[in-house]
């Protein structure tokens, strides 16, 4: 995407927070997602078409799931997020969901990556834990850096950004 290069969206924050609402809302887990001229390739395991056991249970049927998101998708998700936060009284189609573990966790790597703005992002994530590649500029060029966030980490993050939203 194009984020801080002159794309309608200018932050990876609410972004990545649509992105993670999505994956809540199709129960999957152990994603990956790589950033594209265009939009996010995003991959994960979520429950076999026709399984009616929980994701949790050991013998539930999993797939991997692979699909694309482009930039009008995302602006049209985040949209619909804003108008479903907001609330007011105003119906947003579709069923209602609740805040999931992804939306809020990629919600705040999302604003780190605001804080780093690099060019472009990759990441996996098992286990609420994440590495992420970020393509960054230094004096010596573009190079990719590598960070990592714990299930701790992410938790704290999220602990303290529920505190500055009060």
């Given at each position: ?11 990876y924050e609410e972004v990545l927070r649509s992105v993670g609402a999505i994956l809540d809302q199709r129960g ?51 949209d619909e997020g804003v108008a479903r936060r907001q609330g007011g009284g105003r119906k947003v189609p579709g ?14 790597i999302g604003g780190y990556f605001d804080q780093q703005q690099p060019h472009d992002v990759f990441f996996f ?42």
């Amino acid at each position: 995407m194009r984020i801080y290069e002159g794309a309608p969206r200018q932050d990876y924050e609410e972004v990545l927070r649509s992105v993670g609402a999505i994956l809540d809302q199709r129960g999957m887990r152990e994603v990956t997602l790589t950033e594209t001229e265009d939009g996010f390739v995003v991959q994960g395991l979520a429950l076999s078409p026709g399984e009616d056991r929980q994701w949790n249970d050991p013998t539930a049927r999993l797939a991997k799931e692979t699909f694309f998101l482009r930039e009008d998708d995302l602006s049209r998700f985040m949209d619909e997020g804003v108008a479903r936060r907001q609330g007011g009284g105003r119906k947003v189609p579709g069923p209602r969901h609740p805040v999931g573990f992804y939306e809020t966790a990629l919600r705040v790597i999302g604003g780190y990556f605001d804080q780093q703005q690099p060019h472009d992002v990759f990441f996996f994530e098992q286990d609420h834990q994440f590495v992420v590649r970020l393509l960054m500029p230094t004096r010596a060029g573009l190079r990719h850096v590598l960070v990592e966030f714990t299930r701790e980490e992410i938790e704290a993050m999220i602990k303290s950004s529920e505190h500055g939203r009060t």
